[in-house]
């Protein structure tokens, strides 16, 4: 929805760079902020999340960072592999509203 | 553990038909809710239940119906079908609602509406 905006819509990188996907929200009281990975013919899974309470998470070659006074939120991955292509979404707002999504192409 | 489960996987409708799309969960989950994907809009909330004989309406909740007659199961009837509502509904549920827990989705269920 209009509520979470989310960029770009695609992205294309070489096997081993580095993608980044932004999201911004309209809502200041949202405190809780996922990233879901959706494969061909299947439903989202989480990825990592992140509360308003810390700016940055890790897990292995994934990252979220976020700027509360900015309202905005990033997915970081790092040495992308074939199989991180797939379309990934951000929520926020008690996940009511979700990001509109970025395919992500990592080419060999 | 089976986690969520949709039926049917795929369905097609014609107008003013009805049809109930179902979801079940085994995680003893609280909260239950209805999305559906569209190309270029992502996932919009339909509606939602934070408990057995509690539902709410979501961004987009016209032309559904909901009812949460037991923690695990939440069906979503359609009516009277129009070709807008062509798409792919998800169910999703999770330990609390939506603030800080993540959800679990199925995989979905795509519906044709002629």
């Known amino acids: 929805g209009e509520n979470v905006e989310q960029h770009p819509s695609t992205l294309s990188v070489q096997e081993g760079d580095s993608a980044v996907i932004k999201c911004t929200y309209s809502?200041?009281?949202?405190?809780?902020f996922p990233w879901y990975k959706q494969e061909l013919g299947k439903g989202p899974q989480l990825i990592i999340d992140?509360?308003?309470?810390?700016g940055e998470k890790k897990d292995q070659r994934i990252a979220v960072t976020l700027n509360k006074t900015a309202k905005h939120f990033s997915l970081h991955i790092t040495e992308t592999q074939p199989e991180d292509s797939a379309v990934y979404f951000c929520?926020?707002?008690?996940?009511?509203?979700f990001g509109t999504g970025t395919s992500l192409t990592v080419i060999p | 553990n089976a986690g969520v489960t949709q039926t049917p996987k795929f369905q097609v409708l014609k107008t003013g038909q009805s049809m109930t799309l179902q979801c079940a969960q085994d995680?003893?989950?609280?909260?239950m809710s209805w999305y559906r994907q569209d190309p270029g809009m992502g996932l919009r909330l339909i509606h939602y239940?934070?408990?057995?004989?509690?539902?709410d309406q979501g961004e987009v909740p016209n032309g559904y119906n909901v009812s949460r007659s037991t923690t695990e199961d939440f069906p979503l009837r359609l009516l009277s079908a129009a070709p807008s509502q062509t798409s792919v509904y998800f169910c999703?549920?999770?330990?609390?609602?939506?603030?800080?827990?993540?959800?679990?989705f199925g995989n979905g269920t795509r519906l044709t509406v002629t």
């Open positions: 999703a549920s999770s330990r609390r609602p939506g603030n800080n827990s993540p959800l679990h």
């Open positions: 809502d200041s009281a949202s405190n809780y």
């Open positions: 992140i509360r308003s309470n810390v």
């Open positions: 929520a926020a707002e008690k996940q009511f509203y």
């Open positions: 995680m003893n989950h609280e909260y």
């Open positions: 239940s934070v408990g057995a004989g509690i539902t």
